[in-house]
């Protein structure tokens, strides 16, 4: 990346949010490590500072719009204007439609949705001053439904629509957005699934590389080489895609 630019990725303490950190951070980005978890976003910075980068560790819920505007003044202050977005922060609260309660379903839109939304537009403010933006909004194969995930399937087919629209409504000023939809990655998520459903985690990721077509699961930096692809000054061209990064075609 020619130009040094700031970024914010959220729940960027751990898994695909800090391996996507990492990456931005290694492509010259300062790099700001949004999480609900100040202890984990620090470690998460002290690594990227140790290896080199810019980085900085902001504590915020980002479902909550008071939170979200301070913690976007707090990167614009301290790093400069952002204008790279990870809307990546997100949470399960797997179950079957029948068992599962009005709370499981407003924490994961609260999450997924409603704090996609309030990052965008906190953001994007300094993405039209700048008149050059990007955006990248982390989807899920589940989009397309999975079983137990009537919530989190329907917030992540969300996101494509809230993705598309915004490289409608922003790209007139110099600002792209992108959705990508990972297939299983090996991360806290996956594990906390195969700890559900009782199952071993070596043998729910073997179960798993099975199914998939390159013959193994994916790792965080799968997606964060994508991001990385997506955020870069060359990719002006590319709006309004979904990615699916899942080792094979999906249906
Ligand atoms: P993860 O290891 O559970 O990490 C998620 C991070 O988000 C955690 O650090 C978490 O903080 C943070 N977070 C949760 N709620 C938040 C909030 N309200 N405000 C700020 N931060 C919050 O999950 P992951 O596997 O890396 O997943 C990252 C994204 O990829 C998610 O959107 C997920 O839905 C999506 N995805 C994952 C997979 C997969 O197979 N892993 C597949 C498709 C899509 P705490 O630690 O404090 O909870």
């Known amino acids: 990346m020619s130009v040094a630019r700031v970024g914010i990725v959220t729940g960027a303490a751990r898994g695909i949010g800090a391996a996507t950190a990492h990456r931005l951070a290694s492509d010259r980005v300062a790099v700001a490590v949004v999480d609900l978890d100040e202890q984990a976003a620090k470690a998460t910075v002290d690594a990227i500072a140790a290896a080199g980068g810019r980085a900085l560790a902001v504590q915020a819920d980002i479902s909550d719009a008071a939170q979200v505007e301070a913690a976007v003044a707090r990167v614009a202050e301290e790093l400069g204007a952002p204008t790279i977005l990870v809307n990546n922060a997100g949470i399960t609260r797997d179950n079957l439609l029948f068992k599962m309660t009005e709370s499981d379903w407003d924490q994961v839109m609260g999450v997924h949705l409603k704090g996609a939304f309030l990052m965008t537009k906190a953001v994007q403010k300094h993405m039209v001053d700048q008149q050059w933006g990007r955006v990248v909004n982390i989807s899920s194969i589940a989009a397309?439904?999975?079983?137990?995930?009537?919530?989190?399937?329907?917030?992540?087919?969300?996101?494509?629509?809230?993705?598309?629209?915004?490289?409608?409504?922003?790209?007139?000023?110099?600002?792209?957005?992108?959705?990508?939809?990972?297939?299983?990655?090996?991360?806290?998520?996956?594990?906390?699934?195969?700890?559900?459903?009782?199952?071993?985690?070596?043998?729910?990721?073997?179960?798993?590389?099975?199914?998939?077509?390159?013959?193994?699961?994916?790792?965080?930096?799968?997606?964060?080489?994508?991001?990385?692809?997506?955020?870069?000054?060359?990719?002006g061209f590319v709006s309004g895609q979904v990615l699916y990064v899942a080792g094979g075609p999906v249906s």
């Not at 137990?148 to 790209?171: C, D, H, P, R, V």
């Not at 990508?180 to 998520?189: D, V």
């Open 144 to 235: 397309l439904g999975n079983r137990g995930q009537a919530n989190y399937s329907t917030a992540k087919a969300g996101l494509q629509g809230f993705t598309k629209t915004l490289a409608i409504e922003l790209g007139k000023f110099g600002v792209t957005a992108n959705c990508i939809a990972p297939g299983f990655i090996a991360s806290e998520m996956t594990k906390s699934t195969a700890e559900r459903l009782g199952v071993d985690w070596e043998k729910f990721v073997a179960a798993n590389a099975k199914q998939t077509p390159v013959q193994r699961v994916g790792e965080p930096d799968d997606i964060a080489n994508a991001v990385s692809f997506l955020v870069a000054e060359a990719s």
